[in-house]
């Protein structure tokens, strides 16, 4: 049901709500006979005066966890850190650091060592790319494919 002043008693099929907390977050959902849409935030441009989709609130809130992460190991004068050490650093809850340090691991952004035990505890870096990328204006790559290697490709639409 719609709650407040503004909320006009009727039956709906559908409700699309946008609520501001007091924090200033903007958030929409959808809620009625057709499946619900979870909350998800919206950035307001004051410049432009337009709302963009941000996404769910764990979406966002994910988004910025890794970047606190990825800001806490680029911060660290050693190249392996713990994640005990990430979670200082980063401020985040450990359980989240958890998370966020295992998915970039899987996605092959972080190496991880160690057994997770005292005495051998998780340690991250950066992962090392298995290839080797030409570096600004030192090198050049000869086997990079020209314009006459190229395959003449016709779309139809």
Known sequence: SVIGSTG??????????LTVTSDGTRSFGLQGRSESL????????????????????????????????????EAADTEWVSGDYVR????????????????????????????????????YRYAESPFSFPTLLTETRNDMPTEEDAWPVTMTF
């Open 38 to 73: 979870p909350p998800s935030l919206l950035g307001f441009d004051r410049d432009t005066r337009t709302l963009t989709l941000l996404g769910t609130k764990e979406e966002f809130q994910l988004h910025t966890d890794r970047e606190k992460v990825i800001e806490a190991i």
């Open 8 to 17: 006009l008693s009727a039956t709906y099929d559908n409700l699309i709500y």
């Open 88 to 123: 200082k650093n980063s401020e985040i809850q450990i359980k989240r650091v958890k998370d966020v340090l295992k998915q970039l691991v899987h996605e092959g952004r972080l190496d991880m060592r160690g057994k997770g035990k005292s005495g051998s505890p998780f340690e």
